[in-house]
């Protein structure tokens, strides 16, 4: 009897040393992931603003070939014009609430 339960205690000592190694080994992994997953986010963050200033100098280049138009071209020239001062319109608007 006194030998089953020293081997019935050895064994609850060595499932538990397993289930111990077991949680270190999965700890270490969830805090490479959440590293990995900060990195990343970091990534997505400088490729939306990288995003956002490319855009803004394609912007800037559309504007700008619109005004160089050439004849044909006059009346796009003039609707972009408009939609630029509606957009400083409603800025200015934003800006005086």
């Known amino acids: 009897m006194a030998n089953e339960s020293i081997e019935i205690v050895h064994n609850l000592q060595q499932k538990v040393s397993k ?49 160089e138009a050439k004849s044909g071209d006059v009346h796009f020239a003039k609707i972009r014009i408009n939609q630029i001062v509606r957009e400083i319109d409603k800025c200015i608007a934003l800006l005086n609430r």
Do not use: C, P
């Open 19 to 67: 289930l111990v190694d077991r949680y270190r080994s999965v700890k270490t992994d969830n805090d490479h992931l959440k590293s990995e997953n900060d990195q990343l986010a970091l990534q997505l963050e400088e490729s939306a603003r990288e995003m956002a200033e490319l855009k803004e100098k394609y912007n800037t280049l559309k504007f700008s070939k619109t005004i």
